[in-house]
Nanobody, 131 residues
Framework: QVQLAESGGGLVQAGGSLRLSCAAS????????MGWFRQALGKEREFVGV???????????VVGDSVKGRFTISGDNTKATMYLQMNDLKPEDTAVYYC?????????????????????WGQGTQVTVSS
């Protein structure tokens, strides 16, 4: 079993920055995808980005179009932690941000962007951007 714990959310003014963390535990991470999603009040869960690593293709990151150029995903394997650096935040970025993970097999798409592709989910962390 895998446990994911997000942290780093909070209240920030428009134009500001936050860094979210997602710490994974419970199983050695090898051949995996870890994604960030967000869900604003009354809206569906939205893909933000994904970081993956496999023994056959190495590491990769993909960031969603709505945050491209402002958000960056990175990871620290020694800490089993993934980060989401969010810059130039806008009020429309206000949402609960979720970390998700799945393990990958050889023929799997290594950068899944849909909610259904992920098996493990964190509890979420609230990000509120004031105008």
């Amino acid at each position: 079993q895998v446990q994911l714990a997000e942290s780093g959310g909070g209240l920030v003014q428009a134009g500001g920055s936050l860094r979210l963390s997602c710490a994974a535990s419970g199983r050695t991470f090898r051949n995996y995808a870890m994604g960030w999603f967000r869900q604003a009040l009354g809206k569906e869960r939205e893909f933000v980005g994904v970081l993956s690593w496999t023994s056959w293709s190495g590491g990769a990151t993909v960031v969603g179009d709505s945050v491209k150029g402002r958000f960056t995903i990175s990871g620290d394997n020694t800490k089993a932690t993934m980060y989401l650096q969010m810059n130039d935040l806008k009020p429309e970025d206000t949402a609960v941000y979720y970390c998700a993970a799945r393990f990958l097999a050889y023929r799997d798409f290594i950068s899944p962007q849909n909610v259904e592709a992920y098996v493990y989910w964190g509890q979420g962390t609230q990000v509120t951007v004031s105008s």
